[in-house]
């Protein structure tokens, strides 16, 4: 593993057009339990699957066992950046981080310091009036609710609803396209914490065209073929000695 960091050290110290492409895995290390992982939410039992709570249709029909499951699961207070954050962000400052693209909704790599971070899912910290539009943070949506437990508009009265992409909902756009443009123009692509297996995000790594893709995951993906150098260790191991 270590020779295999030495290498790691030599791409990204050559590259000068670097994007980071994220999954679950950046943030586990903070705190934030993975979906998808043997200890990750989906493996919970709920009324409900989690798959079916967080779809648009069920927000609609079912918003007070949506909020009791999101404030519970998704909403989760005191955590920090680690040290797979802190670094991106110190490549972006060096000029050598084009951009983060992240699958993540936790808004941690603004919090250590990224500026160009592409949320292909949105993010827990912005939150909107379903009628108004008026804007609320994720404090309010903590610990404003009426009797239901539902969170609403103090304009309005109107449901609040995250700015979080559900299911059965399209990614944004301008997000897509931007992380697309990104992706690129990139002499390098680390792809870390992420199986790879969410599309349509995990389909945008194909419209890389630069020289080397790294691929950091603690388990085997289906992608690892596609990579020059793949490396299965956590991302604070990795980063930690970059």
């Keep these: 593993m270590e020779e295999k960091i030495g290498q790691l050290k030599k791409i990204v110290e050559k ?3 670097i994007v980071f492409f994220g999954g679950a895995g950046v943030s586990t290390e903070s705190g934030i339990p993975d979906f998808r ?11 409900y ?6 779809s648009a249709t069920f927000f609609h029909s079912n918003p007070k066992e949506f909020y009791r499951f999101y404030r519970e699961k998704l909403l989760v207070s005191g955590i920090k950046p680690n040290i797979t954050h802190f670094k991106l962000a110190e490549l972006e400052k060096q000029g050598k981080l084009l ?16 500026k160009k ?7 827990v910290l912005r939150n909107y009036c379903t009628k108004c539009g008026e804007f609320y943070d994720e404090k309010y949506i903590a610990s404003h609710s009426d009797q239901d437990g539902l969170p609403l508009c103090e304009k309005c009265g109107s449901l609040i609803k995250p700015d979080v992409v559900l299911y059965e909902e399209s990614l944004k756009d301008e997000i897509v396209s931007g992380a697309i443009k990104a992706i690129g123009g990139a002499d390098l692509l680390i792809i870390g914490g992420t199986s790879l297996t969410v599309y349509p995000a995990a389909g945008m790594i194909h419209y890389f065209r630069g020289e080397n893709i790294v691929l950091i995951n603690r388990d085997p993906t289906p992608s690892d073929g596609i990579a020059n150098l793949v490396l ?5 191991n990795v980063f930690s000695k970059l």
């Design 15 to 17: 590259s000068q057009k």
């Design 37 to 47: 992982s043997v200890d990750g939410l989906y493996n919970q039992k709920w009324a």
């Design 49 to 54: 699957p989690p798959e079916t709570i967080l």
């Design 99 to 114: 951009a983060v693209v992240t699958q993540n909704i936790d808004g941690l790599h603004q919090a250590a310091g990224s």
């Design 117 to 123: 971070v592409f949320e292909l899912h949105g993010s």
């Design 232 to 236: 299965h260790e956590s991302l604070g």
